[in-house]
């Protein structure tokens, strides 16, 4: 990217000085590539009332493991921003929002109210599962002025999707789409796994994670916390004091430990 700029400032004859400068630079933590900066537009969920609510079921979570766990969460939902939801992906959590372009939009509650709202390419999708190609063959009519809509190009933020687990999981092995057997078909069976006694990850990136994100939607969804006790742990790292990853080689594998 960086020279591909340089010869086009140069023919521009606009070009001032080339050198190389020692910085700090973001690179993907993955694959070790230098990052890219954009700017773009995002979907996000207001957090200005929210945050003081789901401060309030925390405090009520039972036991926090380490202690201080509570302290943490508490911070993060204090200072953080306007919570993104969404990202520049192919592959994901398709969000179902359709956007029309007198700037009304539309979400799309179940797979149910989709079908009832699709005027185009409900055939196509009928036997898939909610995710890019398929959905995007959806068209609905705009609520305001009429006009054909399409679905947004973005799909979920990963922890969008981690933190509906107490309301997805409790459902027959061979129903691909319905929960008949939880939330929210049957409440009654669902009450009885929820919430749950123990759950578990680690430290302190979950605070900002999963942590967070399955207090939020347990917040607006129930109004109490889907978890009794919450035990973090921290990274376990080599001989070196490394943190261990497959892509570094230092990895123990289970079998091996």
Request: aromatic letters at 14%; one cysteine or more; glycine letters at 6%.
């Amino acid at each position: 990217v960086v020279q591909p700029i340089i010869d086009d400032l140069d023919k521009r004859n606009i070009l001032y000085n080339v050198e190389d400068y020692t910085h700090r630079y973001p690179i993907c933590w993955r694959c070790n590539n230098e990052l890219i900066f954009r700017l773009v537009d995002e979907w996000f969920i207001s957090m200005d009332t929210l945050r003081h609510e789901i401060a309030e079921v925390a405090k009520k979570v039972e036991r926090w493991v380490p202690s201080y766990g509570l302290a943490h969460e508490l911070d993060w939902l204090k200072n953080m921003s306007n919570w993104c939801i969404s990202k520049k992906r192919y592959w994901g959590l398709a969000l179902p929002i359709w956007k029309c372009k007198c700037g009304n939009f539309t979400v799309i509650g179940s797979r149910k109210e989709l079908q009832q709202r699709a005027v185009q390419g409900w055939p196509e999708f009928a036997c898939h599962s909610p995710h890019r190609p398929w959905i995007d063959k959806i068209k609905i009519k705009c609520d305001k002025c009429g006009a054909l809509v399409s679905r947004i190009p973005e799909v979920g933020n990963p922890w969008l999707d981690a933190g509906i687990v107490p309301f997805s999981t409790i459902r027959p092995p061979d129903d691909m789409h319905t929960i008949s057997n939880g939330y929210p078909f049957d409440k009654t069976y669902w009450q009885e796994w929820f919430p749950a006694d123990f759950i578990s990850e680690s430290l302190p990136g979950q605070f900002r994670n999963w942590f967070y994100s399955i207090l939020a939607m347990s917040t607006v969804l129930e109004k109490k916390s889907p978890f009794r006790v919450l035990q973090g742990y921290a990274s376990l790292h080599d001989e070196h004091g490394e943190e261990m990853h497959k892509s570094k080689g230092n990895a123990i594998w289970s079998d091996e430990a």
